[in-house]
């Protein structure tokens, strides 16, 4: 795979990963001011466990996104470097309909899994 087109897929990758991160944080903030109304309310309501369990989803989102954001940063300095596309464990082509479906791949489906 060429780096325009490499680019190109982690540009498009990076668009995605922040309209998730930022609706997201949307999400963080309401889950934030619902917590306060509750915990205000009353310290028994039932609502409590279910905002902190969505919090926790919520919150394991985010992570999941920032990481993938990183790697989308590591997977650039590839481009830079020559390397992105080569699996860095057997460093062979790793193919392009993997490379499209997880741009920031590090190694081929066989070293994968
Ligand atoms: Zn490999």
Known sequence: MDAVTATRMLDDREREVEHRLSRLRDDEASLRHDRADATADDEHDPEGSTLSGEWAQVDAL??????ERAEILAARE????????????????IAD?????????????????
């Open 62 to 67: 985010r992570r999941g996104a920032e990481s």
């Open 78 to 93: 590839r481009v830079a470097s020559g390397t992105f596309g080569v699996c860095e464990q057997c460093g062979r082509s």
């Open 97 to 113: 309909a993997r490379l499209e479906a997880r741009p920031f791949a590090r190694r081929g489906i066989a070293c994968a899994t």
